[in-house]
């Protein structure tokens, strides 16, 4: 597949070079080959670059031989989903009700062989947190951003909150002013990052300093950051075109390209980078590429057998 972009764009240059030749051979005319005209040489090259932007952006997208993915079953929802969680064998598909102004979170019991019939039957529970977003999941306890307050201006704050009963719950941090976006969370720190909307910055919290500061990009100009994950003292940033990793406050690792990635998940050492109508897989190491699946993905999960991936109202369950 490199060989053959490779090949395509040696000739996209060598003919669009051609074109300009001939152009300059308008101004000197002892240079002008008799036969040529611009305009069909000029076309030539635009068939070429279209077909080298196929190769650079379609030929990308196949999956590779040693790659393999199944697809097991896929859940349907009624309603808008914002959030896909996975601990302790349950699947948690956190939906919004725009008509009612709800946030519901379906709960699936996971069973050790998954297919249409064993992923049908779930319960749903109200998290009456109807502003809740960015959700995260540990130790039995969503983490999510809500809206707290609006005068004089909007204010967040970060709720932890039961799984089994929504009426447990805490604020871990609160006065917020930024709009997060998405939330990750360091549990062995009790860190907390978080993404602006406003902004392109990704800001640092700790609860137990009550302490906010805008992390380094570290000489990576970052433009409009979006999805946040932290796996094995690791932290993931979804940037516009590539997904940043950070480290000891060093960028270790990035993964690229990818178009508009918004949620990142990893699943036995394969980084899972969702971008809205497509997938894409790089090995978690080596940051190489290793397919990309054309498929809705705004929102990742995974256990260790299993990956979830969300459209606005379906979840793709993979082997």
């Known amino acids: 597949m490199l060989l053959l972009q490779t090949i395509f764009f040696v000739l996209f240059i060598f003919i669009l070079l051609f074109f300009l030749i001939i152009q300059f051979a308008n101004y000197y005319p ?11 040489v000029f076309l030539f090259s635009m068939i070429f670059a279209s077909i ?12 590779a031989e040693d ?39 379906m709960n699936y019991n996971v069973p050790s062989t998954i297919n249409s019939v064993s992923m049908q039957s779930s319960t749903t529970t109200n998290l009456v947190r109807p502003s809740a977003k960015a959700f995260l999941i540990h130790n039995g306890h969503f983490y999510f ?13 970060i709720i932890k909150q ?14 917020i002013s930024v709009n997060g976006q998405s939330l990750a969370y360091d549990s062995i720190h ?10 392109n910055i990704i800001l640092k919290l700790n609860p137990k300093k009550n302490s906010i500061e805008p992390i380094s990009n570290f000489g990576h100009s970052i433009h409009e950051p979006k999805g946040l994950f932290f796996h094995d003292s690791v932290l993931y940033v979804c940037d516009k075109y590539r997904v940043l990793a950070f ?18 998940t ?48 379906q979840v793709g369950v993979y082997a």
């Open 30 to 40: 002892k240079f002008r080959p008799s036969s040529l005209r611009p305009f069909p």
């Open 67 to 105: 790659f393999h993915l199944t697809e097991l079953t896929t859940i349907i929802t009624q309603k808008v989903i914002i959030a896909v969680l996975y601990e302790n064998a349950q699947l948690h598909i956190i939906e919004h009700d725009n008509s009612n102004q709800e946030t519901l979170d």
């Open 145 to 157: 951003i809500e809206k707290t307050s609006v005068n004089p201006t909007d204010e967040y704050s």
């Open 162 to 175: 039961s799984v089994t009963d929504p009426l447990i719950n805490e604020t871990i941090f609160e006065n």
């Open 266 to 313: 990893v699943w036995n050492n394969i980084l899972v980078i969702c971008a809205i109508d497509r997938t894409y897989f790089f090995d978690k190491f080596s940051a190489k590429h290793l397919s990309t699946l054309i498929l809705s993905s705004l929102h990742v999960t995974s256990s260790k057998k299993n990956l979830y991936i969300a459209g606005q109202n």
């Open 190 to 199: 009790n860190i907390f990052y978080v993404t602006s909307a406003e902004s």
């Open 247 to 264: 480290m000891n406050s060093h960028v270790v690792r990035i993964y690229e390209p990818v178009f508009i990635p918004n949620a990142i």
């Open 52 to 63: 080298f932007l196929f190769m650079v952006f379609s030929l990308n997208n196949a999956i």
